[in-house]
C-alpha cells in the first residue's frame, strides 16, 4: 500500500523557518517524481514545488521561489521541504503528493494527510 | 500563468442525479487536465487524468471529457460518499494550476 506521512508542521513566528518531511513507503520512491501542493483556510489548492525522479529537476511557484527549498533522499525514502521567510500568507495545510509513473500528463496519484503551518 | 476557471463554483444536487463540471482554461492546455476530488479533512484524489483517463479505483461513473481550452467532469449518478469538492488542475505549463474549486453539496 502506497503511503506519504508528512512531519514537521507547527506555529512559527513571521520570518521564522521550518522543515518539512514526508516518509513514503509501499513503492520505489526513486522511481517517482514528488511535489509539495497547499491549501490555506477556506481556500483552494495550490501547488507549491516540484522535483523530478532524478533529482535533476526542481520548479518552484511564484510565491515561494528564493525562500523554500525542495529537496528527496532516496536512500531515506523522503521528501523535505526547506522553508525560510516565513509570512502569515503560508499558513496552509501542506500536502506532499507523488507523479503518476511514466506519465506524461504529471498527475498527483498518491497523496499524504497533510501536516499545518501555521505562521502567526 | 494559466488560469483556470470552474462552473459552477458550487451545486446542490440530490442522490442519483447526474451532474457535470465545467473547467475552462485561459489558455490551450491540450489534454494536460487532471481532476481531483477533495473532503474536508482527507487528502485529494485523483479521478481523472489526461482529461479523460480514469484513475484506477475510480468508480467508472466518474468521466472526463474535453480538451485544449474546456473541460468536463460527469457524475453519472450521485452517491452519498461524492458530495465534497473537485478540482481540475493543468500540468502543460509552468506553474502547475489548479481550479478555484466545484462544491457539491446535497440538496
Known amino acids: 500500500e502506497v503511503q506519504l506521512v508528512e512531519s514537521g508542521g507547527g506555529l512559527v513566528q513571521p520570518g521564522g523557518s521550518l522543515r518539512l518531511s514526508c516518509a513514503a513507503s509501499?513503492?520505489?520512491?526513486?522511481?517517482?517524481?514528488m511535489t509539495w501542493v497547499r491549501q490555506a483556510p477556506g481556500k483552494g489548492l495550490e501547488w507549491v514545488s516540484y522535483i523530478s525522479s532524478s533529482d535533476s529537476t526542481i520548479y518552484y511557484a511564484d510565491s515561494v521561489r528564493g525562500r523554500f527549498t525542495i529537496s528527496r533522499d532516496d536512500a531515506k525514502k523522503s521528501l523535505f521541504l526547506q522553508m525560510n521567510s516565513l509570512r502569515a500568507e503560508d499558513t496552509a495545510v501542506y500536502y506532499c503528493?507523488?507523479?503518476?509513473?511514466?506519465?506524461?500528463?504529471?498527475?498527483?496519484?498518491?497523496w499524504g494527510q497533510g501536516i499545518l503551518v501555521t505562521v502567526s | 500563468d494559466i488560469q483556470l476557471t470552474q462552473s459552477p463554483s458550487s451545486l446542490s444536487a440530490s442522490v442519483g442525479d447526474r451532474v457535470t463540471i465545467i473547467c475552462r482554461a485561459s489558455q490551450n492546455t491540450i489534454t494536460y487536465l487532471n481532476w481531483y476530488q477533495k473532503k474536508p479533512g482527507k487528502a485529494p484524489e485523483l479521478l481523472i487524468f489526461g482529461a479523460s483517463n480514469l484513475q484506477s479505483g475510480v468508480p467508472s461513473r466518474f468521466s472526463g471529457g474535453g480538451s485544449g481550452t474546456e473541460f468536463t467532469l460527469t457524475i453519472s449518478s450521485l452517491h452519498p460518499e461524492d458530495f465534497a469538492t473537485y478540482y481540475c488542475?493543468?500540468?502543460?505549463?509552468?506553474?502547475?494550476?489548479f481550479g478555484q474549486g466545484t462544491k457539491v453539496e446535497i440538496k
Open positions: 503528493a507523488r507523479l503518476r509513473y511514466s506519465s506524461s500528463w504529471r498527475p498527483f496519484d498518491s
Open positions: 509501499g513503492f520505489i520512491f526513486n522511481n517517482h517524481g
Open positions: 488542475q493543468q500540468t502543460y505549463l509552468l506553474p502547475w494550476t
